[in-house]
């Protein structure tokens, strides 16, 4: 019975859980006697030096930090003064020229159908249609939006468009 046992591994659980040997170090304790050296490997003056004294994250060693230079938007309040770029909205562009070269006359052009045909790859974030290019053939467009010269030239051609509407949150990549 004590040999079965052997052979068989312990059950994982949440008695025995334990961190990959070597993966944990203990801290090191500076300044604890004799032979510590003064300053314990902390320089001489200045911040650093003081007790509680911890990088900050995002900290970039007194320079200019990131969210500081990177690019405003004008205005004195609200996010138009804000870092530019976590504002701005994505959406994936898809030309009429594409769907002129990739779909027949009457067709229902989906985002599965786009994605089918290697267009709107990007899962997630919505699909713009946009005006570059002509469309000749009668197709039924669903997209999350259409620029106003693409809506024009796909009723032009005897189209129509249909916007996609989503549940809040639900089009925007996590």
């Given at each position: 019975?004590?040999?079965?046992?052997?052979?068989?591994?312990?059950?994982?659980?949440?008695?025995?859980?334990?961190?990959?040997?070597?993966?944990?170090?203990?801290?090191?304790?500076?300044?604890?006697?004799?032979?510590?050296?003064k300053t314990s490997g902390r320089g001489q003056k200045g911040w650093g030096s003081r007790?509680?004294?911890?990088?900050?994250?995002?900290?970039?060693?007194?320079?200019?930090?990131?969210?500081?230079?990177?690019?405003?938007?004008?205005?004195?309040?609200?996010?138009?003064?804000?870092?530019?770029?976590?504002?701005?909205?994505?959406?994936?562009?898809?030309?009429?020229?594409?769907?002129?070269?990739?779909?027949?006359?009457?067709?229902?052009?989906?985002?599965?159908?786009?994605?089918?045909?290697?267009?709107?790859?990007?899962?997630?974030?919505?699909?713009?249609?946009?005006?570059?290019?002509?469309?000749?053939?009668?197709?039924?467009?669903?997209?999350?939006?259409?620029?106003?010269?693409?809506?024009?030239?796909?009723?032009?051609?005897?189209?129509?468009?249909?916007?996609?509407?989503?549940?809040?949150?639900?089009?925007?990549?996590?």
């Amino acid at each position: 019975m004590a040999e079965a046992e052997e052979g068989r591994e312990e059950r994982i659980g949440l008695h025995n859980l334990r961190p990959a040997t070597g993966s944990r170090r203990p801290r090191k304790r500076v300044g604890r006697g004799e032979g510590s050296g003064k300053t314990s490997g902390r320089g001489q003056k200045g911040w650093g030096s003081r007790s509680g004294a911890k990088r900050r994250a995002r900290f970039e060693g007194g320079q200019n930090p990131i969210h500081m230079r990177m690019r405003k938007l004008r205005g004195p309040h609200m996010k138009k003064s804000m870092a530019f770029e976590p504002f701005r909205t994505h959406t994936q562009p898809v030309n009429l020229l594409d769907l002129e070269a990739r779909f027949e006359s009457g067709a229902a052009v989906t985002l599965e159908a786009l994605h089918a045909h290697g267009l709107a790859t990007k899962k997630g974030i919505p699909v713009k249609v946009l005006a570059k290019g002509e469309l000749s053939k009668p197709l039924t467009v669903h997209a999350h939006a259409f620029s106003k010269a693409a809506r024009e030239q796909i009723e032009t051609a005897g189209g129509t468009c249909q916007v996609i509407v989503e549940a809040e949150g639900a089009g925007r990549p996590a």
